[in-house]
DNA sequence: AGGAACCGATCCGGTAGCGTAACGAAATCG
DNA sequence: CGATTTCGTTACGCTACCGGATCGGTTCCT
């Protein structure tokens, strides 16, 4: 399932996905908060704000500050852990799936009209 | 030359970059200073300040901010137009170059270690 | 020549993120 | 039990970026 591409074919669909997430605005993230969103909705739960702080290589703060920006967007929820009552548990949102969907489209799109040989 | 992706391989690819580049660390780059680094470096020159606050959608200062960072870090250069001495011409530089060579490797070996069907 | 238009930089107040160092709550240990 | 460890959060001072307005410097237009 691998996928091979060139050095112009890696830099340019960053480019185009970057640039198009410039362009809408919308959501200023942090690519440490792109970072967070997408260890939660791609890696299985639960998460923990020192098990995200571990696997970015930041500080706590760092997690819970970014936790806090994107619960206010609805990106994400935070809930105490009954069984551990020290515990965060995040969990994922509609409007975050919703998010992370967008980008995948925003992806694929530009990776699909990514210099077309010829006849543009 | 375009590149097809499934919503899992899109989204799989930029959550190994985005981790990776958030775990280095190193420069800590915006999205809008990492897109106008792009579209410097990818297309045509020459680029200016208002042009790629067009390019963008954002504001005049944000380049000249950005211009700033960037050029403290080596990444670009300015250099005024002596044709039209109210432009300023925005030129690549070497360490520019090297680093959008990494980003370039760390994408291509992302995407080449995307879910490798079974066997690790 | 002189006014208008243009270009990039700078100033302003405000906001958001940072790292370090603490803190309170909860669980664990002895 | 109390003492210690483990959580996540908050406090603090700082830095960087933001949008909008404005500024000199330059060119264009008549």
Redesign the interface.
């Given at each position: 399932?691998?996928?091979?591409?060139?050095?112009s074919?890696?830099?340019?669909?960053?480019?185009a996905?970057?640039?198009e997430?410039?362009?809408q605005?919308r959501r200023?993230?942090?690519?440490?908060q792109?970072?967070i969103l997408?260890?939660i909705?791609?890696v299985p739960p639960p998460h923990t704000v020192r098990g995200l702080a571990a696997?970015?290589?930041?500080t706590k703060p760092v997690i819970t500050r970014a936790l806090d920006t994107m619960g206010e967007q609805g990106l994400v929820s935070r809930v105490r852990d009954e069984r551990d009552r020290r515990n965060v548990v995040i969990r994922r949102t509609v409007e975050g799936a919703l998010f992370?969907?967008r980008?995948?489209?925003l992806?694929?799109a530009s990776?699909?009209?990514?210099?077309?040989?010829k006849t543009p």
């Open positions: 399932m691998p996928i091979d591409m060139t050095p074919q890696a830099l340019g669909l960053w480019h996905v970057t640039l997430l410039v362009r605005d200023d993230l942090t690519l440490r792109l970072s997408l260890e909705y791609l696997t970015l290589g930041v992370l969907e980008l995948s489209d992806v694929i990776g699909r009209s990514l210099a077309p040989w």
